[in-house]
């Protein structure tokens, strides 16, 4: 049996050709791609397997939320907010609603803020557990997924006895609530609370104590705290950068000053942070959502300012001043009447500062000045500045950290497209 040397090989070779080559491939990763939530578009340059360049796309869920709140009234806006982030919309409704009520000067009485408040917290752990529990699973932990879409599962149970709706909320209005709290709600709650507890106590143990998914997550997708600041970032991928920021405590809303809780804050700014910042937040949620239980006060739950708020079904259909009342609020040409003016109101989302920039521009048809809906609507996303510094955190990485890392981000696309 005849053997070749490797000097034989190589002096088999062309003289100019090297023995390898080093070839980079462009590889287009969505957006028909499950991880990519069909409407997110990466180009990614690879060298082997790792992601040297890339750039994100994104516009391919763009609606108009903007200009469709500009053509309708004040509170029918409240509908097209359901849809930024569909899967704690109640934030949505209630940042919207108290921007405008910032432009009318209305305060909701205790009962009110507190209402708002809890309902505040229900959404953004459900949020959080499906942030969390896709992304395991799009690791191959599909154990922990089943776990916490069963606590989303209760958490949407409450919203849906408060509004009627799971996803698609109207959970508030301007000027209050659309309705007090159902008959054992807060009971409920403190239930759904332990249910919750121990949902986070299994995962912890499936994963935070998993080897495999901390090896995963650690150092990978990490992000400075500086650069987190210079690219916009808020919420839980900016605190798990070490920046503890949060609206709830920086600018206070409601009655969230009036709470014992912390902000949870990370070190490394990588994904491992990213996803126990998230678990620590659902924690001071529930820390939240008792306290709300336990200090809930009576009372009204609206204004009391019958040219904002419509008033009880009852008096609309038993007396003519509730008649006439809920006409001049609801008819075409009527409406709110909102002064003239512009503001800009901030809450915190389960992704970070959801803002609401609101114009309101005189009516040349009414006598007083005032319209009965926005000359103009500006929302400030809050998984916009993630998605834009998605390439700085996945780029010298492996193209197999790509799916984790941006389900760290938790992308929500009708908030981020609009």
Not at 92 to 102: F, P
Not at 175 to 196: A, N, R, S, Y
Not at 337 to 358: C, D, H, S, T
Request: glycine content about 10%; charged content about 25%; proline content about 6%.
């Amino acid at each position: 049996m005849s053997t070749v040397s490797t000097s034989e090989i190589t002096a088999a070779l062309p003289p100019d050709e090297p023995e390898f080559q080093h070839q980079e491939m462009m590889l287009n990763i969505g957006p028909s791609h499950p991880a990519m939530h069909g409407i997110i578009h990466i180009k990614a340059k690879l060298e082997g397997e790792l992601v040297i360049e890339s750039e994100v796309d994104i516009g391919y869920l763009h609606r108009a939320f903007e200009k469709s709140c500009e053509e309708a009234t004040w509170n029918q806006a409240i509908i097209y907010t359901d849809r930024l982030n569909y899967v704690s919309a109640a934030i949505n409704n209630i940042g919207y609603c108290m921007a405008v009520e910032k432009l009318l000067g209305v305060t909701l009485p205790p009962r009110g803020q507190y209402i708002r408040t809890l309902m505040s917290e229900i959404s953004r752990i459900g949020d959080h557990l499906t942030c969390v529990g896709a992304s395991a699973m799009e690791l191959g932990g599909f154990t922990p997924f089943l776990y916490m879409i069963k606590g989303r599962e209760y958490c949407w149970e409450l919203i849906e006895n408060y509004c009627g709706g799971r996803v698609t909320t109207m959970a508030s209005r301007v000027g209050g609530m659309p309705h007090d709290l159902p008959e054992g709600f807060l009971d409920q709650c403190l239930w759904v609370v332990k249910e919750i507890r121990e949902i986070l106590r299994e995962c912890h143990v499936l994963l935070t104590k998993n080897r495999i998914f901390v090896e995963r997550m650690k150092g990978v997708g990490a992000m400075s705290g500086e650069r987190a600041i210079e690219w916009g970032w808020t919420g839980p991928c900016l605190r798990s950068c070490g920046v503890g920021y949060d609206v709830r405590k920086d600018f206070p809303y409601l009655v969230y000053n009036e709470l014992d809780w912390e902000v949870p804050v990370g070190t490394n700014g990588d994904n491992l942070d990213r996803y126990l910042v998230r678990m620590e937040e659902m924690e001071q949620s529930c820390r939240i959502i008792e306290q709300c239980v336990a200090k809930m006060p009576g009372g009204p739950i609206n204004c009391d300012n019958k040219r904002v708020m419509l008033p009880a079904k009852k008096d609309t259909y038993e007396n003519i001043e509730g008649l006439m009342n809920h006409f001049k609020l609801i008819m075409y040409g009527h409406g709110i009447r909102v002064p003239q003016g512009e503001v800009y109101f901030p809450v915190e989302g389960a992704n970070g500062e959801l803002g609401f920039y609101i114009v309101s521009h005189p009516d040349e048809h009414s006598k007083d000045g005032r319209n009965d809906r926005a000359w103009r609507v500006r929302c400030r996303p809050p998984c916009m500045n993630p998605v834009a510094g998605l390439p700085e955190i996945i780029n010298n990485y492996m193209i197999a950290d790509i799916v984790p890392t941006f389900g760290s981000v938790n992308m929500i696309g009708g908030e981020l497209d609009r």
